[in-house]
């Protein structure tokens, strides 16, 4: 890599903003008709904001989350999700408008720097961009404020900055006018593709052909009678080969299940004059017949997938039958395999079985209507629940001309007619599937058709392709002018522009002195909160007068265990973390004096010496016991319990609602549970105790990296969901009380 001007420095975008949020985790409960824009991660493509749908919110006076207000030129990057890393730029001045928690606002000390920054941020760097490189996780990818913050940025005088927007847009401008003109010669040879087979399906293509050729075609009239004749005389077999069978069976004793009774053959509805009168019109020699016409004939020749609970995955086996499942004809692709069932379960499921040559159609979702046909070295197994079989009579309809035919809008329009959903369309039934119309033409014509439609369809193709390679090339074009942007090769230096050294240092200042001064006027804040409200307010946290903290610590302890003893579960996760957890929440959220100095530790805020010491004083006193049983450290009642249990609730008067009120709130809550919540809580208050405003990542941020190297152990996507439940719940932090500090290490 080349090495950048002398005027230009590395730094972290972190050294350029002012703040870097993400929005608040439960605003879905404000979603309404109308009100304040809020911006989701589908609202951010091609690195554009576009509000045409954004969802709206209708906010209470005071919501946590409004820190998140958009104002023109902050950067919007996507978070989570499939959409992971996309960047865009407010450009404009926006109606009241909040991001979610998906969406990352990014807000720059000097908005100046707005546009450079966002060119860097699209800018890939190889297949991608520096912002997807730092996302994390599988299927569903995360990228976090920290590593947004630490991104690493070139940054050239501001000045020059201005020169490079200007030239980027300048080059892209007319890059942008060839890429339009390249997309839209490909949406024109799409309609010119449509256009050719709608030609050929009404019988324009071929018919001076026709003409030339009339005297040794079959028309649809003779063929569709020839047809009939064909599918009735194959039913006299059927009958014959029955009989045949029925006398065998008699001679065996009728031991074997007796053989079915071919169906009769039904006579097939006609294109009514009113459905007739809908279409168009077709040549002579040609006809309109419903779709069942040109089936093999029998059931088999139209078959829906077996229900989903006949397929649950429960079931499938590594090695066996195959099933054949959506993807195959999504992507035309007969021999993708994922899926196998035992020979038993096959043969459970025989008339779902595929043979060479079958169709298979697309029957659900978006992808509804999509073709693949069964190749002749094939896998035998079965269809799923997603799959339509079709078999043809290939006397009357060529293989490929059913293709062509199927995938033309015309039929395409037809299978979505059909459809029913809105959100996930499904075809509807076999028999008004059937009753579609399909020209019925001799398949010399169809052949011909074919021949045709394959000359032109091939010069499509070619220039399909070349429009593809063009457009590839541009985006190419695209990288590579970003590349020359930030590394300075694409305007000159300016040796009169401030060096980018003097600028980073200008904000580095600013943002102390910033810094500073909200840190002094959150001070004079507090200080005026406490004196106005010094004579109401007990100091935090308060002694329960008529018992020692020892013994109360020790009866909270006793009233959980009987809170809890009449549940199972809940006795279970009660040990050594979740009486902690209950003892700091006590202390921090209710303000009641336990005597506690708990410190970071592995399991969240912890005074372990100072839980040995009341189990020691509960011991000797004859409260309770607590022995290690396996991995559980279990309470086992004293003599004294109930006596311990008296003296506390007397002691604590009103208070004791507040404690009960805590312990069934965290009834429900496992070991690791209940050590998230209250991890959470003490690093949020610590956070507050700063004078600090976070937002949801700096509290996890601040609960997981920052707290202790066990907790790195535990996912992300939990911590956050701590959160919601804690907010849901009303287990919020004021700010209030002493701060859980790391562990003092002793020296040697």
């Known amino acids: 890599m080349s090495e950048l001007p002398t005027t230009w420095e590395k730094c972290e975008l972190n050294d350029l903003v002012e703040y870097v949020t993400s929005g608040s985790r439960d605003w879905s409960k404000f979603y309404a008709d109308s009100g304040a824009n809020f911006i989701?991660?589908?609202?951010?493509?091609?690195?554009?904001?576009?509000?045409?749908?954004?969802?709206?919110?209708?906010?209470?006076e005071k919501v946590e989350g409004k820190r998140t207000l958009v104002k023109k030129d902050d950067l919007l990057i996507t978070i989570t999700g499939a959409n992971v890393g996309k960047c865009a730029i407010v450009n404009k001045e926006?109606?009241?408008?909040?991001?979610?928690?998906?969406?990352?606002?990014?807000?720059?000390?000097?908005?100046?720097?707005?546009?450079?920054?966002?060119?860097?941020?699209?800018?890939?760097?190889?297949?991608?961009?520096?912002?997807?490189?730092?996302?994390?996780?599988?299927?569903?990818?995360?990228?976090?404020?920290?590593?947004?913050?630490?991104?690493?940025?070139?940054?050239?005088?501001?000045?020059?900055?201005k020169r490079i927007v200007d030239k980027v847009e300048e080059l892209f401008s007319e890059l942008n006018k060839g890429i339009e003109s390249l997309k839209a010669a490909r949406e024109q040879l799409k309609v010119y593709r449509q256009a050719l087979l709608k030609h050929a399906f009404e019988g324009k293509l071929t018919e001076q052909w026709r003409k030339?050729?009339?005297?040794?075609?079959?028309?649809?009239?003779?063929?569709?009678?020839?047809?009939?004749?064909?599918?009735?005389?194959?039913?006299?077999?059927?009958?014959?080969?029955?009989?045949?069978?029925?006398?065998?069976?008699?001679?065996?004793?009728?031991?074997?299940k007796k053989p079915?009774?071919?169906?009769?053959?039904?006579?097939?509805?006609?294109?009514?004059?009113?459905?007739?009168?809908e279409l168009t019109e077709l040549p002579e020699t040609w006809k309109w017949v419903p779709w069942e016409e040109l089936l093999e004939s029998?059931?088999?020749?139209?078959?829906?997938?077996?229900?989903?609970?006949?397929?649950?995955?429960?079931?499938?086996?590594?090695?066996?039958?195959?099933?054949?499942?959506?993807?195959?004809?999504?992507?035309?692709?007969?021999?993708?395999a994922r899926y196998y069932i035992t020979p038993e379960k096959f043969q459970e499921l025989q008339q779902f079985a595929v043979n060479a040559g079958d169709f298979l159609i697309s029957c659900s979702g978006v992808t509804l209507g999509r073709i693949t046909q069964v190749p002749d070295s094939f896998e035998e197994g079965i269809i799923n629940q997603a799959l339509l079989r079709v078999r043809l009579n290939r006397t009357a309809i060529l293989d490929q001309f059913f293709i062509e035919f199927f995938r033309a809008s015309y039929f395409q329009g037809k299978i979505f007619d059909k459809a029913q959903g809105a959100a996930i369309p499904n075809v509807k039934g076999v028999k008004e599937l059937k009753a579609i119309p399909l020209p019925l033409i001799s398949l010399k014509e169809q052949d011909e058709i074919l021949r045709l439609l394959d000359q032109s369809l091939s010069v499509l193709d070619e220039m399909e392709e070349q429009v593809d390679v063009s457009l590839v090339k541009s985006d190419a074009l695209r990288q590579s002018i970003l590349k020359k942007?930030?590394?300075?090769?694409?305007?000159?230096?300016?040796?009169?522009?401030?060096?980018?050294?003097?600028?980073?240092?200008?904000?580095?200042a600013e943002k102390a002195e910033a810094d500073a001064k909200a840190k002094k006027a959150r001070a004079s804040k507090k200080r005026r909160q406490f004196k106005k409200s010094s004579a109401k307010v007990l100091p935090f946290r308060t002694k329960i007068e008529g018992i020692s903290t020892t013994d109360l610590h020790a009866g909270i302890l006793a009233l959980a265990y009987r809170h809890y003893e009449a549940s199972d579960k809940a006795l279970q996760n009660f040990g050594h973390v979740k009486g902690?957890?209950?003892?700091?929440?006590?202390?921090?959220?209710?303000?009641?004096?336990?005597?506690?100095?708990?410190?970071?530790?592995?399991?969240?805020?912890?005074?372990?010496?100072?839980?040995?010491?009341?189990e020691s004083r509960a011991r000797k006193a004859g409260f309770f016991s607590v022995k290690r049983e396996g991995a559980r450290y279990v309470l086992h009642k004293g003599r004294q319990f109930d006596a311990l249990l008296n003296k506390s609730t007397g002691a604590l008067g009103d208070r004791l609602g507040d404690i009960?009120?805590?312990?069934?709130?965290?009834?429900?809550?496992?070991?690791r549970q209940a050590e998230i919540v209250a991890t959470l809580y003490a690093a949020w208050n610590n956070l507050l105790l700063d004078g600090e405003h976070p937002d949801d990542e700096a509290i996890v941020h601040e609960a997981r990296e920052n707290w202790h190297r066990d907790k790195l152990g535990i996912e992300r996507d939990r911590f956050f969901k701590g959160l919601q439940w804690m907010r849901d719940k009303g287990l919020v932090p004021e700010g209030r009380g002493e701060k859980v500090v790391a562990r003092q290490r002793k020296r040697k």
């Open 40 to 60: 989701r991660t589908q609202d951010i493509n091609q690195n554009e904001l576009c509000l045409d749908s954004v969802a709206k919110v209708q906010l209470p």
């Open 94 to 161: 926006v109606e009241e408008s909040y991001v979610s928690q998906s969406v990352a606002l990014v807000r720059l000390f000097y908005s100046e720097l707005s546009p450079f920054l966002h060119l860097q941020l699209i800018a890939a760097r190889g297949e991608r961009t520096e912002l997807q490189k730092a996302a994390y996780g599988m299927g569903r990818p995360v990228l976090n404020l920290t590593n947004i913050k630490g991104l690493e940025i070139s940054l050239p005088p501001l000045h020059e900055q």
């Open 212 to 256: 030339d050729n009339a005297d040794r075609l079959e028309t649809a009239d003779q063929l569709l009678v020839r047809i009939k004749q064909e599918r009735e005389a194959r039913y006299q077999r059927q009958l014959e080969d029955w009989k045949v069978a029925i006398k065998q069976w008699e001679v065996d004793g009728k031991e074997r």
């Open 260 to 277: 079915r009774k071919p169906r009769k053959l039904n006579p097939i509805e006609p294109i009514s004059v009113d459905a007739l009168s």
């Open 298 to 336: 029998g059931d088999a020749s139209f078959k829906r997938g077996p229900f989903g609970s006949a397929l649950k995955k429960s079931i499938f086996v590594d090695k066996g039958y195959k099933v054949y499942e959506q993807y195959c004809p999504i992507n035309d692709d007969p021999y993708f």
């Open 485 to 508: 942007a930030f590394s300075g090769q694409l305007v000159a230096q300016d040796p009169n522009d401030e060096p980018a050294s003097v600028l980073l240092e200008r904000i580095a």
């Open 580 to 614: 902690e957890k209950i003892a700091h929440l006590v202390e921090a959220h209710l303000g009641i004096d336990l005597e506690r100095k708990p410190v970071k530790d592995a399991a969240g805020p912890n005074d372990y010496p100072h839980l040995m010491k009341i």
């Open 660 to 671: 009960e009120a805590l312990l069934e709130l965290l009834k429900p809550l496992d070991t």
